[in-house]
């Protein structure tokens, strides 16, 4: 039976040309800072982004979690969106780790309003955390990869900045907010102190993020990194991988999501299924299952069985995400096993 797996950009396979890079790689010893592979792509992040330095790790929550604990000290809280990936799928790190508290704020299509995020600032009293931190995420996996406006960007700056407090970006899936927008790493990374960044979801590499910032921060992130047990050796087998994806697999992200939103608008059109399409802005589809009568989780296994791989995201919403492991005809299967369905 022919499978299609539509669960997530992170389960994409190296192609032989990535693995070919890979097997080529020179390589030395990354905790000494001699891995040239490692080294060089780090020099590439310094540029995408502008910043000063930049530190390879190995997963998206680890580049966001040694940023967090570099910007804050225990005791301190962080503001973040409601469905944030930190909040909701980093195993409670900051808590575990940094010993911070996170401030949770509902926003829309993944958007925090600026006077909510006013209101939630910490004042300087004694019986309450201190803000330290805010952090913001684009696109946003739970609101189904929405764009943050470069604006909004802009209006939290100014109020970070206001009231002296840092600002973290988990952009994960940034490519694919640049390719859409038409706006730059190097611009969207300029209104905040830190940076992740994932080549392992829409760019295709195997494993691998990395965390940027200024020299003096990224330093500091080397500590935490180490304390996590996050220090590799030859890890310039796993960056050249990552040097690949950039080289190659960014601008092809415009076909995964012309093939999201072609999806979008096939499930909005079957009974039962209702999808936002406002928000479908890049490569993740959610769908709202609340007027089926089946469970989101039972749809999915039933999908399976036919061969079509979803995620279920709640008891009524799957989520669908398209990548480069899937091309125009396995979207029209797909399709035309949904229309069945």
Sequence with gaps: MRIIDLRSDTITKPSPEMRERMAQAEVGDDVFGEDPTVNSLQEKVKELTGKEAALFVSSGTQANQICINAHTRPGEEVICEYRSHIFNYEAGSPALLSGVQLHPILGNYGVLDYENVKEAIRPLDHHFAQTRLISLENTHNRWGGTIYPIKKIKEMRRLADEHNLKMHLDGARLWNASVVSGISIKEYAGYFDSVSLCFSKGLGAPIGSIAAGSAEFIDST????????????????LAAAALYAIENNLERLKDDHRRARLLAEVFNTISGFVVDLQGVQTNIVIIDTSLNKKPAPQIAA??????????????????VVTHLDINDQDIDHTIEIIKKF
């Design 302 to 319: 039933e999908l399976a069985e036919k061969g079509i791989k979803v995620q279920a995201f709640s008891s009524t919403r799957l989520r």
């Design 222 to 237: 080397h500590y935490y990194r180490k304390a996590y047990g996050g220090g590799m050796r030859q890890a310039g087998i």
